[in-house]
């Protein structure tokens, strides 16, 4: 009895001190630390021209783009650590394509499995340009496959993979106007056309029409059922942002929305719920704002928030790229204020409102000097971000953390 006794004691004990510890924690630690934000660890910059597209995997950052003459690809990878380039991939970390004999060249999406990456693009045919993807191993960039647009016709802006199949989007040309927006749906394994697709594996949309329309598809994802894409649909003079919806196994249309705002959409991601959207909206007088959108998955402007309008300054701001990490949005683009700079802004996902625990307010603006540039890409890893853009940069923005220890402690 007496032994029971003093073990009840001694708990007694020991639960008054940890409630003393968890209160005089709080009461010094008081409400919870806001997440503070640094510049990463590293930046990387000058060796092309753009970076249009980054993604990861565990222990490597893959960037793609244009080389700094600007006509062929530049692909990379990169440790994750420290940013440098990693020996065994291409030719010490980058594979550079055939150079274009008529122009320019770029490569504008990547995506990733375990085992490769299937990059899109496009390389100046004469006198238009040729839609170019290509299939390469992750561990040293060796080429599997190459091909696309045989016809010399296409722009290949955007790519989504699931476990056999790529859907692409662009544009073809006709007529020398981006005319039609097309999605096509190719295999995996050697890059062939789904004929049950579409129209011999390829849909082909034109909303406007007449002299020289645009009609362009620039930002694609997919889940289980339907193809979302984005892009701009008008002529050169007024724009509208272009949502389509497809089905993944016929490509038939199963909703549309042209976007009630002058403007472009240029990219987009989907979580199960909903499909979030960005670009910029055109505000007159050659006043650009960002437009950051949720939709719902029928496309109709989500409630909660249905689009948020950010206009850093009064010169042509553009929303280029977005991730989604839990409850928090990312949108990377540029902020025409005082010269062009990146911009990267951090929203709640639910109402669209700055977290004000990111940088000054809830957004970072990094000057990537003379000259200056645009944040065309997003990517997240553990508590970083990895940005890359224009000029040829890639820019890590890590959140200190010191929130957990006292929510971990309120929790008991
Ligand atoms: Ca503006």
């Not at 009461?27 to 060796?47: C, F, K, S």
Request: charged share 20%.
């Amino acid at each position: 009895m007496m032994k029971n006794q003093g073990s009840r004691a001694l708990l007694c004990i020991c639960i008054t001190i940890v409630a003393y510890l968890t209160f005089m924690l709080t009461v010094v630690v008081g409400a919870p630390t806001p997440i503070t934000t640094r510049l990463g660890d590293w930046v990387i910059e000058g060796d092309g021209f753009a970076i249009y597209d980054i993604k990861t995997d565990t222990q490597y950052l893959y960037l793609i783009g244009s080389d700094a003459s600007r006509n062929q690809w530049r692909i990379e990878k990169r440790r994750i650590a420290d940013g440098s380039l990693e020996p065994s991939f291409g030719n010490g970390g980058v594979v550079l394509t055939k150079k274009s004999a008529f122009g320019s060249a770029s490569a504008y999406s990547v995506e990733i499995d375990g085992e490769f990456m299937y990059v899109a693009g496009y390389s100046m045919g004469y006198p238009d340009p040729c839609g170019r993807i290509e299939k390469r191993r992750l561990t040293d960039g060796s080429l599997i496959w190459s091909g696309g647009d045989e016809l010399c016709l296409k722009i290949y802006y955007d790519i989504a993979i699931d476990s056999n199949y790529m859907y692409v989007v662009g544009t073809r040309k006709s007529g020398g106007s981006n005319a039609y927006a097309i999605i096509e749906k190719r295999r995996l394994s050697d890059g062939a056309l789904v004929t049950s697709f579409g129209s011999s594996g390829v849909v082909e949309y034109q909303y406007y029409s007449g002299y020289q329309p645009v009609n362009i598809l620039l930002g694609v994802v997919i889940d289980d059922h339907y193809i979302y894409a984005v892009g701009t649909t008008g002529f050169s003079s007024f724009k509208y942002g272009l949502v389509m919806k497809r089905d993944i196994h016929t490509g038939e249309s199963a909703g549309e929305q042209r976007g009630i705002d002058l403007g472009e959409y240029n990219n987009l991601i989907a979580d199960s719920e909903f499909i979030y959207v960005v670009g910029y909206v055109n505000q007159g007088s050659g006043d650009y704002a960002w437009a950051i959108e949720r939709r719902t998955k029928n496309l109709s402007y989500a409630t909660g928030f249905g689009q948020v309008v950010s206009n850093p300054s009064s010169g042509q701001d553009i929303a280029n790229a977005l991730l989604i990490d839990g409850n928090s949005l990312y949108v990377a683009g540029n902020d025409m204020g005082s010269g062009l700079r990146w911009r990267i802004e951090k929203r709640r996902a639910g109402d669209g409102a700055l977290d004000s625990s990111f940088g000054e307010g809830g957004f970072m603006v990094i000057d990537v000097g003379e000259g200056g540039g645009s944040a065309f890409t997003i990517a997240k890893k553990g508590n970083c971000i990895y940005v890359g853009g224009t000029p040829w940069r890639a820019q890590s923005i890590c959140l200190a953390n010191f929130i957990y220890m006292p929510l971990v402690l309120r929790n008991y």
